[in-house]
């Protein structure tokens, strides 16, 4: 039976977590074969530049035309930026309805908090009701009845 130190079964794990953690970063660089220069999503896919590839051959290509060429990417990089352009305003616009749904929802819940504090009645005592010189003057059986008024009130 052999014995296995703490130490030794530690640098073990390690050894193998690194392994795995390895194997699972190159997977992943397997499959990130897509890039997107632009930075944009077409209903939840990548938009490229070579989505605007034509499926059609040419049979120009023998005789290379480089402004020709220089002319098809550069249609291709407008059709991407135009692409882009279209995410971006519908993304903005599907915030600014957002921003306009949450301030009208706020907007309703003020107005009827105002509604609310409106229908409040608030109601001030004189206060000037029980001065030390009108209740002097009282007889004692009004002053009796008005304590016991009070303290059922309370």
Do not use: C, H
């Not at 034509?54 to 402004?67: L, R, Y």
């Not at 229908?119 to 001065?131: A, S």
């Amino acid at each position: 039976m052999q014995r296995i130190s703490p130490l030794r079964s530690s640098i073990e794990a390690f050894n193998k977590f690194k392994a795995s953690r390895a194997e699972k970063a190159n997977k992943i660089k397997e499959n990130a074969t897509q890039t997107n220069p632009f930075g944009i999503t077409f209903k939840g896919k990548l938009v490229a530049a070579d989505v605007f590839t034509s499926s059609k051959k040419t049979e120009e290509k023998a005789s290379v035309n480089p402004f020709k060429e220089k002319m098809e990417s550069t249609s291709k990089l407008l059709a991407s930026a135009w692409a882009g352009t279209i995410n971006r305003f519908s993304s903005i616009k599907q915030n600014a309805i957002a921003f306009g749904n949450k301030l009208k929802d706020n907007t309703i819940a003020f107005a009827k908090k105002v509604q609310e504090i409106g229908n409040t009645e608030v109601k001030f005592e004189n206060p000037f009701k029980y001065t030390v010189g009108n209740l002097q003057k009282q007889p004692v059986n009004d002053l009796r009845a008005m304590l016991t008024a009070e303290l059922q009130g309370a």
